[in-house]
Each structure stands twice: as C-alpha cells, then as structure tokens.
C-alpha cells in the first residue's frame, strides 16, 4: 500500500443561522467546514459567513456530513469568531446538549433557550435636547419672541432652563407639534434622541429597608459556599432544610456575595409559589437589579426582560423553568427553590428537567447550582450518596420555633364506628377549638392522581397490578390496567382482600367539603382555592391576601395552598385523603405523597403558636404517610430507594419512554409495534443491558381524538439509553418511516404516562 494512501477525513457541513427571531430560526444555510476549522467548529460558535456578496456573522447549530444542496454550490466557512463568546453562542450551545441528551429537533430546542423577538411594538424613550450654547440659544429666543413663533419661544425657553426635556413633556404640556420639534431640529438649535424603553414588572413596588442577621445553621451553609466560590470551585449543593428553616435567607447572603463578585444569580421557584410576598423579600434586599418572569406576563413584556437581562440592567431573575434561560454573560449562581417540584420538567419536547439543564448551564458558566427543598426529590438525593452532589442541613426552625404536632387519624376505624363524614370525630374537635380560639386552620384535599383507582373503605385495601406495585386504573367498560405493562382484569364488585362490598373511589372535591365544613361549623368564615377559584387574574393573590389578613377562619384547597405560604395565625392542618395520591399508577407514588404531606403539615405553627397537624387516611401503615407525621425524610427515603433499587426505576436506573400520537389508531399501533421491534433489535445487537417494555396505552389513551402508544425503555447506562433514542431517530430519517404517526421522547419522566 502506498504511503501516501490514507483514511479520507469525512467532510463536515455547518447548518447557520444568521437572525435570532421566530420566523428566521427555522431558515438554515449550509456551509463547508475547511480543513483548518475543524479542531475548533462545534455547535453553538460564531462563525463568519459569505452571505451574496456581504461577509455577515451566523451562529453554527448543526454539523451533519449530509449536504442539503449540490455540494458544488455549498460554500466554505470564512472563520470562527474569536474572543468573547456571545451569550447567543452559548445558548445555542446549550440547545444542542439539550437536543441530544433529550430528543427533540434543534429547533425545538432553540425555540425554547433563545429569547425570541416578538412582534410586539417596542416602548421607546425619546428625549428632547438642546444643542446652543446659553448665549445663542437667548438671542434664538429673543428672535422667535420677535417673529411670534410663540411654539418655538415655549420650547426654547423651558430647554434654557433645563437642557433636556422628556419628548412627551414637550408634546403634551408645552403643547408643542412634532412638525415644530422637527424644524427646531433642521435649524441644529435641537436634538432628539431615542432609547428603546423596557417594561418591567416590579417597577410598582415599594423597597422597604432591609434587617436580618442569619442564625449559626444558616451562616454555616452560607460560609460552605461561599468558601467554594472564593477557591473557584464551584459545586452543585442539596440544601435540606425543614419547612420554616429560612432557606429564602440563605439564597439572599448568596445571591449578595455573588453581587458582590461583579456576577449574576438566577432563582427558580415553581410558577404555583411565585408569590407577591416571595418577590418583594427579593425586592426589598436588593431593589430593581431584580426583575421577575410568570406565565401573566405578555410576550412583549417577557421579551423585555431578556433584553434588560442582555443590556445589564438588572442581575437578578427571579422565575419559573423558562427564567433559566435568561441571557446572563456573567452568570455565577442558579438557586432552583423546592426542586422536588413537577413543574420543573417540562411536558413538551424537549422534555428537560431544569435541574439537569441547570447543572449543564453552570458548567458552562463555572457557577454554582443550590437545589432547596423540605422534602428533596428522591433522584437529588440518590445524587448526594453518589457523590455527585454535597448536602448541606438547616435541621430546626428559625427562631427555634417547633415543628407541629402531628397525628394520623384511621378513617376505617371511623367508618367502623359509624363516622361517615369526611372530617374524623378528632379533626373535628380541633377545629372547634381553634374556632374559638380565633386561630386560623387549613384544609388540604390531596386530590392528586384522582385517576379512578379503587380502594377498600374497610380495610385499606388498593387493587394493585401483579406484576409491576402500582394500582390499577379504572377504564370504560369496568376494565382495571396497569399502565405500566398493559395488564388487565375486571373490576372487582367486593375487595379481594376482606370480601367488604366498601369498594370504590373517591369522588369528593373542594367545593363538596365547603358545604359539609359550613354546615358544620355554620358561624366560621371559609375560603376555597381551587382552579374554579383560581381564574381570574389575580384572584390567587387576593385569595393568599385575605386570608393572610384574616379575613376567613378556614382556607380550603388543593395542592396550591401548601406551596411554601407562611400565615403566621395557622395553627392547624388537616389533611383530607391523604392517600389519595399514593395509589396513582405512577412509581412516583409515595415520594409525591410524603412530600405533599411533609409540606402541608409544615404550613401549621409557623407564628407565636405552636402547631397542629391531622392526617386522614385508610392506608396508616404506608411507610411515606408515617414518615410524613414524623418529619423523617431519612425514614422515608431509605424505604422508597429500597424499592425503586428492586423495581430498577429511577434514579437507580435510567427510563426513556418513547410516545407515539396519532389521529389514526391502526397507523399509531402499527408505529408502536415497529418502534418496540426495531429497539429490541437494537439492544440484541449493541448488547446493551436494556429492558424494553410495550407498547401499551399511555395513561390517557386518548386525547382530544389523539391516540397515544407508549414503548418503554429501562437502563442503567443514561447514555445508553440516548443511543437508542439518536438510532431510532436515523431510522426515521434514513427509512423516512413511520408517517402516521408523531414520536416523541422523554428520558425519566416525573409522572406516570
């Protein structure tokens, strides 16, 4: 073989795009990558480009060896952009890994990590100035006077005395025409300038001054960090503080120090708890280099703030998932607030869990990332004992205040004793003496999950799946499956277990115990807050304000009312059905019970009283409902890591769950079968230890005339897992397969499918 005679390097093409906007990320052009580019070319980098006959500068957001053109008109790359990487390079870079680890195009991905222009008009601030010296600018004065140019006069006048004026000012109250403006400004006796004007959210509040001096837990896990940060070497931390411990305060030293640094902070807290009180904390401390993002802002205003974010008008961004997005250049921490939380992980490609986005973020920035939680989700705690994550503890209450008593109430021995109301005898009792007391109490229906599974009102029992521990949902037709494998069985007529004919589901709502609550206690005051009560704008704060303000006895509601509220004159919790979400088809069962749990109990005793707390349930044995009475995180997970180790579920192993949608059944079953045989082939041939499940309906089989079919992947290699996701995408392009229907991906799903 001769010498000479060697491996051809592959030819290598960069898709580009030139605008950040929503109608031009999906325009690409292609583009060689010359030889002595290649070391250094990589998804996310700028890159000077040959554009007709303009050289102009594009960001590189693919590399593929398929050319989308004759490879005789793809012109070479002229350079990449050297220096300082622009905020845009870095998030597209940061789209990439996300289309990768994740599934998705990477417009998908850009869509959701660049901030896009809206057609919205932009808010301008245009300004008036006065461009003569005093003395000719007198003699101007005296010669309109003279003339009766009395429009100009006004104006020049008032700009002698103040050299600029606010363009409004001068249109509005000096009654001066923009015609007159114009002619002033051809004359050079004037000036116009125009600056681009954002909206801000928090520009109503009022800074009120700011005191709190940490306690010695609190400066503890301040000073960790903060040691790290100084040695430039910045972690990923779990910090596990008991509900009231003031984890807020912690977040506020950090973010300080980070200020301090000449850095910038982003904090997430789930949409739910995005609260007024929250963001004035924030505000008070640190004024208007903060701003907010929520879901009420229009898209003009959520554009804004990315803009003032880019321009350096503000450091802090405080929001839900989209805020970790923000376009920060100088960015050293990401604060994620009850990172347990659902809401985190977004329900639409790609399907990205902010704290995993948020880690790769921080790498990229060499930031660091705190996640805080009462009740840490299992998958971040798993982390702490891998070692890829440090714990720290706020173990009490500030203040020392205790934490509430809490007792577990059997509603079988009530049903046995002739109770059938859905208030125990015993929560009943407190109730009235907190009544008259004047002390406040909270109701929480946990009606998570409210997906048809059946339980014995007699002895407890949940007519659960054989083969995978999770119940079986109720279907049409009196048929219970399991939507995790697919098996099915009839709907019992009396329990399995004791033979009661007290089987069914449970079918109260939030507007049922006001009624029962109020014939009760016909004298209490009651509020609700549910997603009947919840519409309107604003009606979540008035709702939070009112009964802050005590202007009702008893709040009764959903979830939403256990998200990190503090009412200082609560001094009783009950917890209704607080089983309810503990026999969901979900393997994440029993953590989002103990952590609803955990989290309401934690609303009660938060003020000078001390609190109280009663859980209802049929099931008072489960470990995540005992573990939730005695505040014992460790408890509780020692039990659920035990079995998810048994079960091979996350985080011990890896899912990737594979959807499959269509308007046709046949063709969506067709897809499905295809999809589950081509990645059991796959897993045969690459030897990978993966288990490959369905394809079975997705919980909601269907939707809105959709059909939905799920295949099912279990790992322990995540990176495994994306390898079958990246072959089955190449089949799709290469096979041009499976048109009708839509696949989609989602690698460790947070709720049951």
Known sequence: MSENTQTKAPTVYANVIVDISVDKLDKTFQYLVPPELMENIAVGVQVDIPFGKRIITGYVIELTDQPEWDVERIRPLLGIRKGSVAIESQLIALAGWMRRNYGSTMNQALKTVIPIKQKTKSVEKRSVELLLPETRARAKLALYESKHSKAKARLL?????????????????????????????????????S???YRNPVAHLTKQEYHKILNEEQQRVVDEVSLDMDRGNPQTYLLQGVTGSGKTEVYMELIARVLEKGQQAIVLIPEIALTYQTVMRFYNRFGDRVSIMNSRLSGGERYDQFERAKAGDIDIMIGPRSALFTPFERLGLIIIDEEHENSYKSETAPRYHAREVAIQRARMNRASVILGSATPSVDSFYQVEQGNYRLLTLTERVDHKPLPECEIVDMRKELMEGNRSILSVRLQELMEDRLNKGQQIMLFLNRRGLSGFLSCRACGYVVKCPHCDVSLSLHQGHRMICHYCGYEEPEPQVCPSCGSKYLGSFKAGTQRIEELVQKRFPSARIMRMDFDTTRAKD???????AFANQEADILIGTQM???????????????????????????????????????????AGRGRQPGQAVIQTYDPENYAIVAARNQDYRAFYDKEIAYRYMMSYPPVWNMLVVHCTGAVLEKVEETADLVAELLKKQVVERAFRIHVVGPADAAVAKVNDVYRKVVYLKGEQYEELVQMKDALENYCQSQNAFSGALIQFDFNPATGF
Do not use: C, P, W
């Open 157 to 193: 006048r008032e700009l002698i005395g103040q050299q600029v004026l606010d363009y409004g000012l001068v249109t509005q109250k000096l009654n001066v025409s923009a015609a007159t403006i114009r002619a002033m400004e051809q004359e050079n006796i004037l000036a116009v300038h």
């Open 195 to 197: 600056t681009a004007s």
């Open 539 to 545: 009606s979540y704060e008035k709702i939070l304000s």
């Open 561 to 603: 009312i256990v998200k990190g509220h503090d009412f200082s004159n609560v001094t009783l919790v009950g917890v209704l059905a607080a089983d309810m979400s503990l026999h969901v088809s979900d393997f994440h069962a029993a953590e989002r019970t103990f952590q609803l749990l955990t989290q309401a109990v934690g609303r």
